[in-house]
């Protein structure tokens, strides 16, 4: 917490990672993470939304230098609750969807993760 607490109050690193970050949906980099949630759903009308992007989205609108851990993770707190548990009617259906969403989000991170690796090491300061 104390390492995120630091890079968080670094303005030109915080920059550098939203930077990174953006260009990864510029460039369409994870339209194969996309692809392989949708592969599930064949008929247009089942599909779900991509629940773990907005979420990672609204992760990153949220970060900038001045941002406290706490607040980022409220974000996420919130996008939770909103996407997750309020559309769950059963016990049943909440932990099949927040077993489908967990899946994704690791999923979606270790693809942002890898794609900053490879392509954006300026982005991990």
């Not at 953006?22 to 009308?45: C, G, M, R």
């Not at 779900?48 to 996420?76: A, H």
Request: glycine letters at 2%.
């Amino acid at each position: 917490v104390q390492t995120v607490r630091a890079l968080l109050n670094n303005n030109s690193t915080v920059t550098v990672l939203r930077s990174g970050l953006h260009a990864i949906f510029n460039e369409k980099s994870l339209d194969v993470t996309k692809d392989l949630f949708q592969e599930k759903f064949k008929n247009p009308k089942k599909r779900q939304k991509n629940i773990p992007l907005k979420c990672l989205k609204n992760f990153i609108s949220s970060l900038t230098s001045s941002t406290d851990i706490r607040d980022l993770l409220s974000c996420l707190s919130s996008d939770l609750q909103t996407f997750v548990i309020k559309p769950s009617k059963s016990k049943e259906a909440f932990k099949e969807q927040a077993s489908d969403f967990m899946l994704k989000w690791n999923l979606l991170l270790s693809n942002v993760g890898k794609i900053l690796t490879i392509n954006r090491t300026d982005s991990f300061g």
